[in-house]
């Protein structure tokens, strides 16, 4: 029989659930179009993973509403939450589905993958490592967008994100950055983070 992680109630605002969920959401798109259309089971995987998440943060958010509820008229008001949680779910199982592409390698037309391998920008997953010359330096201090045009959208450090990083955050040894830019830059920035290039070029 599978098993299921017991989830535990802890009081977060509604807001702060919501506004996760919804950036989540929106990360988990541009994740799971750049795996299956780069075959990338990594940032498949990752897709996967924050479903998971999403599902959790959903829970928790039907317990809070369950809570607030007091009457009719909380219910009525609390619909409107509900329902937006709701759709960023959806949003996140469509993901999902389209990560399982990668994941149980159905594979995508090979005209489609020709198509977009034209284009501008892409994802790419990246580790910092021992040795990195990024490591315990702020974003701002890199200046990756001038230097190689690439941004930094999210880290994953430990088991928790951060979406869309303010610019004096630092980067740490063994954060995983998830980059976009163009395949030159992100392929030259994946190398440095993990210490095979040792210098950023000016």
């Known amino acids: 029989m599978p098993q299921f992680e017991k989830i535990e109630y802890k009081p977060i605002p509604v807001s702060d659930l919501l506004l996760e969920m919804k950036n989540l959401s929106e990360l988990m798109i541009d994740l799971a179009y750049s795996a299956a259309l780069f075959n990338d089971k990594e940032l498949a995987e990752d897709v996967i993973e924050l479903e998971s998440r999403i599902d959790t943060l959903a829970y928790l958010l039907d317990m809070e509403i369950m809570i607030a509820a007091r009457d009719a008229e909380d219910a009525e008001v609390l619909i409107g939450v509900s329902t937006v949680a709701a759709a960023a779910d959806k949003i996140s199982d469509a993901a999902a589905d389209i990560a399982a592409i990668v994941t149980r390698n159905i594979g995508i037309h090979p005209i489609i993958g020709e198509i977009f391998e034209k284009v501008e920008e892409r994802l790419m997953k990246a580790t910092v490592k021992e040795g990195s010359v990024i490591a315990g330096k ?3 201090e890199l ?5 190689m045009g690439v941004d930094i ?7 928790d994100w951060i ?3 303010d610019e004096t955050s630092r980067v740490f040894l063994g954060d ?3 980059t976009r830019g163009a395949p030159m830059g992100i392929k030259e920035f994946k190398d440095i983070a993990e210490g095979k290039l040792r210098k950023l070029e000016d």
């Open 138 to 140: 702020r974003i701002d």
């Open 143 to 147: 200046d990756l967008a001038a230097r």
């Open 163 to 165: 979406l869309d990083p």
């Open 153 to 159: 959208i999210a880290i994953r450090r430990n088991k």
């Open 176 to 178: 995983i950055l998830i």
